[in-house]
């Protein structure tokens, strides 16, 4: 009986009882709670993935194969280009976490 008692309060010590989340946070799976922000962009704020699990194709687009369905407006004024950014001014990998930006 105690060994039980000890289990129980090891459980919930280690998986507390979620809490509603508030105006402008998604409900993970697990019971967190992260700002709506995170939602589909592509990282695992929620630790069980499940703040990147219901996402549309236009939610997931991570430009690696084109503009994803985006395209310039004929009334626009600017064009997009690809450029490189400034020299040694970068991030260590992607979103994707290759450090060179090509899968």
């Known amino acids: 009986q105690r060994d039980w ?5 090891i459980y919930y010590l280690a998986f507390p009882a979620p809490r509603p989340c508030s105006a402008g946070e998604f409900q993970c799976l697990r019971g967190s709670c ?10 695992d704020q929620c630790g069980d993935s499940s703040d990147e699990n ?9 430009f690696e194969n084109g503009y994803c369905n985006m395209s ?9 280009t ?3 950014g ?9 979103h994707l976490g290759n450090r ?4």
């Open 72 to 80: 310039h407006s004929k009334d626009s004024q600017t064009l997009w």
């Open 82 to 84: 690809s450029r490189n």
């Open 5 to 9: 008692c000890i289990l129980c309060v």
């Open 100 to 103: 060179t930006g090509i899968e």
């Open 54 to 62: 219901d996402c549309s194709a236009s939610e997931r687009c991570n």
């Open 86 to 94: 400034l020299t040694n001014i970068k991030p260590t990998s992607d």
């Open 34 to 43: 992260v700002p709506d922000d995170s939602i589909c962009d592509f990282t």
